[in-house]
């Protein structure tokens, strides 16, 4: 730990080894001194509380970008813009799911880009689950 007021130089400093009780779920709460132009352990002490958790792994997929020719920089594109959703597509849905918010039927489509069908079986996929939980 170093401790500094300015970001040029140091003004005091410790060595501190943690020891592996914190690695085994102990949280460590001391008070340690600081070394410096005074002399080893002469510029004060610092309190540090050190606790140690593991955390579950999150694994994101990987994605190779292939750029077929070689040397070339990506260059810049303009995404497409959303697709529209019609007022039609959006009450045929609703006619056949009367018990879900219309509101709830547009964002499904939405999130399909539009796909009618891949909407339809998204809703009776979220239906299922409530029937499911309901049970």
Known sequence: AVVSTQSTGRVAYAKIAVPQSVFEGHTLDEWFPLSGKLGEAKEGSINLIISYTTMPMITLPYQRIHYPYAGVAPQHFTPRP???????????IKDMFPEVDKEVVRTVLESKHGNVEAAVAAILQIMEGDETSQQ
Do not use: M, T, W
């Open 82 to 92: 959303p697709p529209e959703i019609s007022e039609a597509d959006v009450n045929n």
